[in-house]
């Protein structure tokens, strides 16, 4: 979906607590941006999937999980294409090595409250306990596999309100 006007922080946080997540949308710069991104790497005989999983140097195992040069369960970044934030929101993915189990009773293939949980505590973890990043400046989401572009590598959404570079250093060392 494309949006003439960026998505503010309220309007983000009122987003994702009515889990209105289909509501989210990207610039048309930006559209139109990953499009051509897509688009390149079809020509190319590839896949955006394979694109990121050579991107982390991930490969899938046996047992449905994925396995790298790096002994982390994640990898965290800017989010190549971003949705259209204001300026002071940053929006960075967390790429999982597990899977992230829909709730086989969400027609939309939203998550269970259980995997939001999980998921939230590593959120926690990770942004607020290693990082430093101040609770209320940070809301995560994970979009429901009907609306996802990527489907085959889990990953979720994070974005933190006026990241300072103290904070983008650590996200960057130590996750």
């Known amino acids: 979906m494309i949006g003439s006007f960026p998505i503010s ?8 607590n009515r889990n209105d997540i289909d509501k989210l949308y990207r610039s048309r710069d930006c559209k139109k941006c990953y499009d051509m991104h ?4 079809i020509y190319q005989g ?3 999937e394979n694109y990121v999983l050579q991107k982390l140097k991930w490969h899938k195992g046996d047992d449905g999980n994925y396995f790298g040069e790096s002994s982390r369960p994640y990898h965290v970044e800017r989010n190549q294409f ?10 960075l993915v967390a790429w999982l ?14 998550i269970s409250e259980e995997t939001r949980k999980r998921l939230d505590a ?4 990770l942004f607020v306990l290693k990082v430093g990043i101040d609770r ?7 979009n429901w596999g009907a609306l996802q572009s990527i489907k085959a590598v889990p990953h979720i959404h994070i974005v933190v309100k006026n ?9 960057s060392t130590e996750l």
């Open 38 to 41: 897509k688009q390149h790497l």
């Open 9 to 16: 922080w309220d309007q983000l946080i009122e987003i994702v």
């Open 122 to 125: 590593l959120i926690t973890e």
């Open 82 to 91: 971003p949705y259209f934030f204001t300026p002071d929101l940053v929006h």
């Open 163 to 171: 990241l300072s570079k103290e904070e983008e250093l650590k996200l």
């Open 136 to 142: 209320s400046r940070l809301i995560w989401f994970r």
């Open 46 to 48: 590839s896949s955006v």
């Open 97 to 110: 090595k597990t899977e992230i189990p829909p709730d086989p009773h969400s027609p939309l293939g939203d």
